[in-house]
């Protein structure tokens, strides 16, 4: 029987279950933002599931997932399709589980929190604000991104300043997850052991909810600080990044002349030429942020209190992380990017001397971040002049070259993308080796038919 054959029985046999067979809708929930690479849009073109569900929740979940084991349909595992690297699109066709059903908020208290998989970032931040506390990472996709797709194929956002990316030791606290079998078992994972299924892309089994730690909810204020000179705003950034421990920040970033240019909207902030500095601070650390701005020559252009946020509905987050590729998108579609982390010792020289060697066809985008060891650094989303594949590997190349660490953008593949690279064995130390053998039978307890997301695994791929 043809995949296409068994979905249209499942349906047939569940015919309570919100299905989407129409050609459109299947073709707009088999996509997510993996257009963004030039690569990646041509290698998944046309790449489709046979059929999608939404389940109102885990009674449902579980009728989809068991007729799925039974008939050996491949499941795709589908938040809000805002990944970059296809990570929900379905190569072997099948079924895409749409999550978006499974949206409810459980509670907020001391620190911590729990929800469905498939809620919104934005409608988990606004339940949870009430209550005194808000997410610790904010991609800047938080409208419309789940719960599940953050941890199941995201990095962290605003907010990882302080906290460092969701992958840090006390970040995620625990993960109720179902296995794909016929008779599909449900287990809360905790700590350390639900961390075995983050950023895996929904490879190695389905998260119902998560049990998050939380920050308190505090009074952010958004300024814009622009810059003549770039090794200033450098300087500005390093010393409030890791040289000023009482200004409690959620975001800092760094746009390099000319990426202003493509913010279209704020363009009345943004003097042509210089650099611009987007933070987010608290209020009471506001005045303390404005004495190291004027030290270092920056100008605030924009300021705007949690109320104006609120009001206006524009938050300078979404001009952050890949919203800044999506800003200079917007203006000029022959734009891509690439993925960076510079390394915390070297980090100002390796940022001048890509400026130098590679501005404007490499537009350099800095986000300042903690890493899950607790060090200083800048990683980079660097906007990019696209030409060929060949000269975007040259790029990348010359990157390395200055020391910099890439994680591949433009690859369907979890372990080419770099989060994974600890899955190449032979290059493992004895820790990485334990974990990568962790996640290996993790990907056989929860799904030990390969099921779920085929052909997105290289190594672990049965
Ligand atoms: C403009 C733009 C800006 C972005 N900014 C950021 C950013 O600031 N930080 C960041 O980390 N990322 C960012 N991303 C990437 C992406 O938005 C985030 O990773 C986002 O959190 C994904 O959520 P989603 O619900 O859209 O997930 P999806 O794209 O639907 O899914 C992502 C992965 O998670 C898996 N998955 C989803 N739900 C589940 C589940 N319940 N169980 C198991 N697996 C599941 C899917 O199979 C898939 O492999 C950005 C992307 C774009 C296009």
Redesign the pocket.
């Known amino acids: 029987m043809t995949h296409a054959a068994a979905c249209a029985a499942i349906a047939a046999e569940l015919p309570a279950l919100a299905w989407t067979t129409e050609e459109a809708q299947l073709a707009r929930l088999s996509q997510?933002?993996s257009w963004?690479s030039p690569v990646l849009k041509r290698q998944l073109e046309g790449k489709r599931a046979d059929i999608a569900v939404r389940p109102a929740g885990e009674d449902e979940v579980r009728a989809v997932v068991a007729a799925c084991a039974k008939r050996h349909v491949p499941i795709?595992?589908?938040?809000?399709?805002?990944?970059?690297y296809g990570?929900?699109v379905p190569l072997q066709g099948g079924l895409v589980l749409d999550?978006s059903g499974?949206n409810a908020f459980r509670w907020a208290r001391d620190g911590a929190g729990r929800a469905q998989?498939?809620i919104r970032?934005g409608d988990f931040d606004k339940a949870a604000q009430p209550l005194g506390w808000e997410l610790r990472?904010?991609?800047?996709?938080f409208r419309?991104?789940?719960?599940?797709?953050?941890?199941?194929?995201?990095?962290?956002?605003?907010g990882s300043i302080t906290y460092g990316p969701?992958a840090a030791a006390g970040n995620i606290l625990g993960a109720r997850?179902m296995s794909v079998e016929p008779e599909p078992q449900v287990t809360e994972l905790r700590g350390a052991e639900a961390l075995l299924?983050h950023h895996?892309?929904?490879?190695n089994?389905?998260?119902?909810e998560l049990e998050i730690a939380l920050a308190p909810a505090l009074p952010w204020v958004e300024m814009i600080v622009t810059f003549e000179h770039l090794p200033d705003a450098i300087d500005c950034c390093m010393t409030l990044h890791g040289g000023t421990p009482g200004i409690v920040k959620k975001e800092l970033a760094l746009m390099c002349a000319p990426i202003p240019e493509y913010f279209v909207t704020l363009a009345e902030h943004l003097p042509k030429g210089r650099h611009a500095v987007l933070m987010i601070v608290t209020e009471s650390s506001e005045a303390a942020a404005r004495d190291l701005v004027a030290a270092h020559g920056g100008e605030v252009s924009y300021r705007k209190d949690r109320a104006e946020v609120k009001r206006l509905n524009r938050t300078l987050v979404e001009y952050?992380?890949?919203?800044t590729?999506?800003q200079a998108l917007k203006v000029d579609k022959s734009l891509t990017y690439l993925q960076a982390r510079f390394d915390p010792l070297r980090q100002k020289d390796q940022v001048l001397a890509l400026h130098r060697k590679l501005s404007p066809e490499v537009m350099l985008h800095l986000e300042y971040i903690r890493l899950t060891d607790g060090r200083y650094t800048c990683s980079s989303l660097p906007v990019v002049r696209f030409t060929t594949e060949e000269r975007l590997a040259q790029l990348a190349a010359a990157f390395e070259a200055e020391g910099v660490t890439i994680n591949n953008a433009h690859t369907h593949l979890l372990e080419d993308g770099g989060k994974l690279r600890d899955m190449d064995r032979s290059a493992l130390g004895a820790a990485q080796r334990m974990a990568a053998e962790a996640a290996t039978a993790m990907k056989q307890r929860f799904d030990p038919l390969g099921l779920l997301?085929p052909g997105?695994l290289r190594s672990l791929a049965r």
């Open positions: 997510d933002f963004f795709t595992v589908r938040g809000s399709g805002t990944g970059n990570q929900i999550m499974c998989a498939g970032l990472w904010l991609p800047s996709t419309a991104a789940s719960l599940g797709g953050l941890f199941g194929g995201g990095f962290g956002g605003a969701i997850v299924v895996k892309w929904g490879t089994g389905i998260v119902l952050c992380w890949n919203h590729t999506l997301n997105k």
